[in-house]
């Protein structure tokens, strides 16, 4: 199984729009709505950002929105702040009842 | 509250097994399962397998096939992650997360495993 295709990074500058791409096959992300995304900064556990492609969890700000079109996921960060800057994971439930990692992104504000 | 609470570092030589543990707190242990990913000096996070800890039923990535064993404790609430036949690119942290209909929504601190002679 191969990892999710992500950009290696993303920058802008405070108060831009950022969107971290996620490409895989249809076998990686199926028929299902389990994609989810993982912020992470360094050194530090990861954090579920996104689920259920767009879905959020209490306590993450509403900057963070997810999508997805047929086999690619998308997160986008609104209103970008320095605190993002961070390493960003898509994950995916697969046809084969296992899950994918993206290859992560390394966002940067400028 | 939840927390997931892994147990300590580990140095092991090529060729040695590791078993790491993860004890749940503030949740029902069976309710629901339990993923290892791992994360490589500098690489990126990657799936290793899951834990059904009610059943003990378990499935894992294609790559770790053969080598891998996850097991649990129902009386202590604590799943184990066993990797075989370890060598230098098993060197990682190694985290267990709660899996929540497709998402791991909480998280252990990590446990660092170097593969080392």
């Known amino acids: 199984q191969s990892a999710l295709t992500q950009p290696a990074s993303v920058s802008g500058s405070p108060g831009q729009s950022i969107t971290i791409s996620c490409t895989g096959s249809s076998s990686d992300f199926g028929d299902y709505n389990y994609v989810s995304w993982y912020q992470q900064h360094p050194g530090k556990v990861p954090k579920l950002m996104i689920y259920?492609?767009?879905n959020r969890p209490s306590g993450v700000s509403n900057r963070f929105s997810g999508s997805k079109s047929g086999n690619t996921a998308s997160l986008t960060i609104s209103g970008l702040q320095a605190e993002d800057e961070a390493d960003y994971y898509c994950t995916s439930y697969t046809t084969s009842s296992t899950y994918v990692f993206g290859t992560g992104t390394k966002v940067t504000v400028l | 509250q939840v927390q997931l609470v892994q147990s300590g570092a580990e140095v092991k030589n090529p060729g040695a097994s590791v078993k790491i543990s993860c004890k749940v707190f503030?949740?029902?242990?069976?309710?629901?399962?339990l993923h290892w990913v791992r994360q490589a000096p500098g690489q990126g996070l990657e799936w290793l397998g899951r834990i059904d800890p009610k059943s003990g039923g378990t499935k894992f990535a294609q790559n770790f096939q053969g080598r891998v064993t996850m097991t649990r404790d129902t009386s202590i609430s604590t799943v184990y992650m066993q990797l075989d036949t370890l060598t230098s690119d098993d060197t990682a942290v190694f985290y267990c997360?709660?899996?929540?209909?497709?998402?791991?929504?909480?998280w252990g601190q990590g446990t660092l495993v170097t593969v080392s002679s």
């Open positions: 997360a709660r899996g929540a209909n497709g998402k791991f929504d909480y």
């Open positions: 259920d492609v767009s």
């Open positions: 503030g949740y029902t242990f069976t309710a629901y399962w």
